[in-house]
């Protein structure tokens, strides 16, 4: 073999080289490099808590950690009535008066705490689980996982909802004794430092995945179900789905997904639902 045969075999094999790194190199920016960190909890001085600090908890923790601004949007975004946006005692009103309405609330706080853990009691007409004639409630009890509020933080955000329309604020400030019950959610001016998750199972329940997709069957919650999405959608596509929530959106649903949340994720946390995601076909 020439000197010249073998310099160009070199020089190609260097060249595939480089080309492959540089490959590597641009998919890992293309992937949200956030790093995890130790978790950040706040400082709860329940002694000194005004009413005022009650209720933005309330707001804080509807928004981040209830995750209910998921869903309670305005429309035509939103996959639930805009509760920010409507005056919750006329509505109450009407709710308890309707021959559909199942459950023992009196009030506006019993209303609304019932229906955060039990929230099948009185499904709004077009917002149920499709295919279920609005018997069936889409949202999940915020009492349980992978959402799992304390008594106390359904309590503040109780007290910001009635706050926000200038009604009497019913719920009482938390005694001392909650202290032990309640995380409270990173202020709002803060971004939210939290560890990375070690499992999928982990990741899931952080994100609160579960709260709007079915990871076991094809039920539609807020979202599709999940439960055959790795047979339906390439590695990639999910991958991508999750990246940019908003580029393909699943026929019959509007758009709900955080465009941040992949933003939020470590690469390993992504990659990790991803996966587990892609076997899942059937």
């Known amino acids: 073999m020439s000197d010249v045969s073998t310099a160009g075999i070199l020089a190609k094999t260097i060249g595939f080289s480089l080309l492959l790194t540089l490959v590597f190199t641009l998919t890992t920016l293309l992937l949200p490099q956030v790093e995890g960190e130790a978790p950040v909890e706040q400082e709860v001085d329940l002694s000194s808590m005004t009413m005022d600090d009650f209720v933005v908890l309330g707001e804080d923790l509807f928004n981040k950690k209830g995750t209910c601004i998921l869903c309670h949007k305005p429309p035509p975004l939103g996959r639930a009535p805009d509760v920010q946006g409507m005056n919750m005692e006329a509505v109450t009103k009407e709710r308890l008066a309707d021959a559909r309405y199942k459950g023992v609330a009196k009030d506006v706080e019993s209303y609304l705490r019932e229906s955060m853990v039990d929230p099948g009691k009185y499904v709004v007409a077009g917002w149920g689980k499709k295919g279920t004639n609005d018997t069936v409630s889409p949202m999940p009890a915020i009492d349980k996982a992978p959402i799992q509020l304390s008594t106390m933080e359904m309590d503040a955000i109780i007290a910001y909802l009635q706050a926000k329309d200038g009604i009497e604020v019913t719920v009482k400030l938390p005694t001392p004794e909650a ?31 579960a709260a709007c997709h079915s990871m076991t069957s094809k039920d539609v919650l807020v979202g599709p179900g999940l439960s055959d999405v790795g047979a339906r959608l390439s590695m990639e596509e999910i991958r991508q789905s999750i990246i940019d929530p908003n580029a393909v959106i699943a026929e019959g649903f509007q758009p709900a997904m955080p465009a941040d949340l992949a933003a939020k994720m470590t690469v390993k946390e992504l990659e990790m639902v991803v996966k587990y995601l892609a076997e899942k076909k059937q």
């Open 179 to 209: 202290a032990a019950e309640v995380t409270a959610a990173a202020p709002a001016s803060a971004p939210a430092a939290t560890a990375s998750a070690a499992t999928v199972d982990e990741a899931l329940a952080k994100y609160a995945c």
